[in-house]
């Protein structure tokens, strides 16, 4: 019975933690890697209360996979030098619009960056980036997308949405202050 509820625990401990997202703060000055490691060159250095976007607590050589919500820029840093404010969650309304059919059998999304800010935009593996006021549109296959957009100076919006076949999508990205 013992051996059950510690697999159990120990199930639900990892897939808690497997791909959760959080807000975190940089506890004491640090760099921030191209890779996991300390044999990776320096992107930049961040300070004590920086605040960054934990990407998944699943690390690699004890180092998270981050974004530095000030400047939007992805790395690594050691575990040890961050602490967990809170959990971010899923957007799970979905952020693609259907608005019709695609000229071909794959699907669009035509995408406005309405703010002044760069916008990233990865999709599964894939990043796009837009420049301010810049709308263009992308082809994409159908199928199961994760979906993160991010700007220097903003939360990171994630999610999951399925994309189908010959639809065409739209998407407008702002930024909601709270």
Not at 73 to 94: A, H, P, Q, T
Not at 131 to 139: N, Y
Request: glycine fraction near 6%; proline fraction near 4%.
């Amino acid at each position: 019975m013992k051996k059950t509820i510690l697999t159990i625990f120990l199930f639900l401990a990892f897939a808690y933690s497997f791909g959760q997202a959080y807000i975190g703060t940089i506890i004491k000055n640090v760099n921030l890697r191209t890779g996991p490691s300390v044999d990776y060159e320096i992107s930049r250095s961040l300070k004590q209360s920086s605040k960054i976007f934990i990407i998944s607590l699943d690390t690699e050589n004890e180092f998270y996979n981050i974004i530095d919500i000030a400047t939007n820029k992805e790395g690594f840093v050691k575990k040890s030098f961050v602490r967990l404010l809170e959990e971010v969650k899923l957007n799970k309304s979905g952020m693609f619009i259907p608005e019709g059919n695609s000229l071909g059998n794959n699907p669009e999304i035509e995408i406005y960056n309405n703010t002044n800010k760069l916008l990233s935009l990865k999709l599964n593996e894939e990043m796009f980036h837009f420049a301010p006021q810049e709308k263009k549109s992308i082809s994409l296959s159908s199928g199961p997308y994760s979906y993160r957009a991010s700007a220097p100076g903003v939360t990171p919006n994630i999610g999951n949405e399925e994309i189908k076949g010959r639809i065409k999508y739209t998407w407008q990205f702002y930024i909601v202050k709270r």
